[in-house]
């Protein structure tokens, strides 16, 4: 069965520090990748998504996040985090158009 | 995008009896989701709802204990039936304006007694 894995389950980061959240996903056909992120007392927003293409695919708020085929992975990235990032990320492959898995999520912490 | 609204935002229940969650999209979807969201856990799909067929249910979900209703393209409902403490969750629905693109709802926040 597909599946999903991210590394991290609780990050914490002071403001300005760089983020690097690591998801992992199985093999399985056509994926297409999501991002989603929650911040507190919110709903999932989407933050990003890759179908093809350039694998450096940039979202919002100046998240990125690399598509590396060889390795199954789909890694989240921000330059400089703000105190405002404090959220929980949820990595989400989408198998054959219609099987999307959800990973465990990472909470992010950033101190001001 | 889409603006999708949840009723209610959240309830407490008593064992045994049964909860309709209520979604509503200010456009019109083909394809809405429900998901749950345990305590301290990930998201996982209950159920597709397309109109004018019946929901596809993912494995470990029957239509007997969650069973939903798609009377149109911007509304759709989720029963929790016969609940158990083991139904305390959240449930999201979500939507598909955009081809395997999903927009989540604010959720409904269930304890149950």
């Known amino acids: 069965a597909q599946s999903v894995s991210q590394h991290n389950h609780h990050v914490i980061l002071s403001e300005a520090a760089s983020l690097e959240l690591g998801c992992n996903y199985s093999y399985g056909g056509t994926v297409n990748l999501f991002w989603y992120v929650q911040y507190p007392g919110q709903h999932l927003q989407l933050l990003l998504k890759?179908?093809?293409?350039?694998?450096l695919v940039k979202g919002i708020k100046g998240f990125e996040a690399e598509f590396i085929k060889s390795k199954f992975s789909f890694n989240l990235r921000k330059p400089s985090v703000q105190w405002s990032d404090t959220a929980e990320y949820f990595c989400?492959?989408?198998?054959?158009?219609?099987?999307?898995?959800f990973g465990a999520g990472t909470r992010l912490t950033v101190k001001p | 995008s889409a603006v999708i609204s949840q009723k209610p935002s959240r309830d407490i229940c008593q064992r045994g009896t049964s909860l309709t969650i209520q979604c509503q999209v200010d456009?019109?979807?083909?394809?809405m989701f429900w998901y749950r969201q345990q305590p301290g856990q990930s998201l996982t799909l209950i159920a597709t709802?397309?109109?004018?067929?019946?929901?596809?249910?993912e494995s470990g979900f029957v239509i007997d204990k969650f069973p939903i209703s798609r009377p149109n393209l911007t509304f759709s409902t989720l029963t929790v039936s016969n609940m158990s403490p083991e139904d305390s969750s959240i449930y999201l629905c979500?939507?598909?304006?955009?081809?395997?693109?999903?927009?989540f709802g604010p959720g409904t926040r269930l304890l149950v007694l």
């Open positions: 456009s019109q979807v083909t394809m």
């Open positions: 890759y179908f093809s293409g350039d694998p």
């Open positions: 709802a397309n109109q004018g067929s019946e929901a596809t249910y």
């Open positions: 989400a492959p989408r198998y054959n158009n219609n099987d999307m898995r």
């Open positions: 979500s939507v598909e304006p955009i081809r395997e693109t999903q927009y």
